[in-house]
């Protein structure tokens, strides 16, 4: 099956968005999604560790791991690289760039446990993506993930001061208004599908 | 003794339910959902991880330098994932396909690597192998508890097997991502009513 990059990567972005319809990267959604400039900072971190981890991912899979045939230390192996990186990452800029650091540093430590940075990679073995739509898929993931976190922040704070049935405050009304966000996004269904 | 063991496994079950008195581990919560057969499986196979890692954490715990933990914490939990994923490969291929990539993402629930940090790190291995199992089963009873009601209104079968007849029309919603939403803030509102009582009493527990 050869799809075009150009496709997947607005597939991952509206159709198979990562958290409205594979659910992944849940956890700091629901934390963090309270503010938006918060959540772009969070969602540009994690586009650009998505987008770099993808790419070294498939490099040691594909030219390491699989001619060894040990395809099966996969989890181990990319679990590892996504720490690696995100430590490397957060050292670089907290020495050059200390601006940067101030706006996404505290986010870095999150996105290790981020479940969106180790399912791209699982997601792009198991579908068997060659390298140009690899790279399509990590970056339009993390696009997509960066949209739907930041269109969230907007829906929270207009509906901050609204009453909302006690019990329901908090993650239960954050979870029905992603439900509400992943019908509309089954909208977009039609224009393209990748699965 | 049995006093303790017995406060662990309620708490684990029940007060302290990974899922819906913490919000943690709700990716996988979601994901695969759709049918009480995966249910089932990513339960008892969160329960194998969340078990063994924190019986292994708790084993080595002294001997684990401070600064490293985390990473040790998180190759023990992928050990024991590599094995629950080989073991599904060779013996229930057909499921493995269908939980595709959740299975390795059980590395980065939230669950084994808080329950690790918190009990294992400060607890002997028979208690945190209880814990684990606990903590465990109360994830996969909430799993089950959704999947129920999505099976059941989605294609109108339980396990597989229709029950609910022909004149049944599947509200296709609920299988689709939405519905998933929709249920586990369902239960998470039920869950709160019922925990009021609680909370207001004790203060709110974060």
Not at chain 1, 67 to 86: D, E, N, Q, W
Not at chain 2, 75 to 85: C, G, H, P, Q
Request: aromatic share 12%.
């Amino acid at each position: 099956m050869e799809i075009n990059p150009v496709v997947i990567f607005f597939a991952s972005i509206f159709t198979n968005n990562m958290i409205l319809s594979n659910f992944l990267g849940m956890c700091s959604f629901i934390a963090i999604s309270s503010d938006i400039k918060t959540s772009l900072s969070l969602g540009q971190a994690v586009t650009f560790v998505l987008g770099f981890t993808t790419l070294i991912n498939y490099i040691i899979y594909h030219y390491i791991l699989a001619p060894l045939g040990l395809a099966y230390l996969r989890y181990i192996v990319f679990i590892v690289v996504i720490a690696a990186f995100v430590q490397l990452v957060e050292m670089i800029i907290d020495r050059y760039f200390e601006g940067l650091y101030y706006a996404l540093g505290i986010f870095l430590p999150l996105i290790t446990v981020n479940c969106a940075i180790l399912g791209v990679s699982l997601f792009m073995v198991i579908r068997d993506y060659n390298f140009l739509q690899s790279i399509a898929f990590g970056l339009g993931s993390g696009l997509g993930w960066m949209l739907s976190i930041v269109a969230m922040a907007g829906i929270r704070q207009k509906i901050k001061n609204n009453p909302v049935p006690k019990g329901l405050e908090g993650p239960g009304i954050t979870l029905i208004i992603t439900g509400l966000m992943a019908l509309a996004f089954i909208g977009f269904s039609g224009i393209v599908q990748i699965q | 003794m049995n006093k303790k063991v017995k406060k662990i496994i309620t708490l684990g079950i029940w007060e302290d339910n990974a899922i819906f008195r913490q919000i943690l581990g709700i990716c996988s919560a979601l994901a695969v959902t759709n049918l009480m057969m995966n249910s089932l499986v990513m339960g008892l196979g969160l329960m194998f991880v969340t078990a063994f890692s924190e019986l292994t954490v708790s084993l080595i715990r002294q001997f684990t330098p401070k600064h490293i933990r985390m990473m040790v914490q998180t190759l023990i939990i992928s050990a024991y994932v590599i094995i629950v994923d080989i073991f599904l490969k060779a013996y229930y291929p057909s499921i493995s396909e269908a939980l595709g990539p959740y299975v390795g993402l059980i590395i980065t629930n939230c669950i084994i690597m808080g329950r690790c940090e918190s009990f294992a790190q400060k607890n002997p291995p028979l208690y945190s192998f209880l814990d684990g199992l606990a903590s465990g089963a109360g994830y996969a009873i909430i799993l089950m508890l959704i999947a129920f009601v999505r099976e059941l209104l989605g294609f109108g079968s339980l396990f597989g097997y229709p029950v609910l007849g022909d004149a049944w029309v599947s509200w296709t919603l609920m299988i689709m991502p939405p519905g998933a939403f929709f249920m586990l803030a369902i239960v998470i509102w039920i869950s709160k009513n019922i925990f009021k009582e609680n909370s207001e009493q004790g203060g709110a527990k974060s």
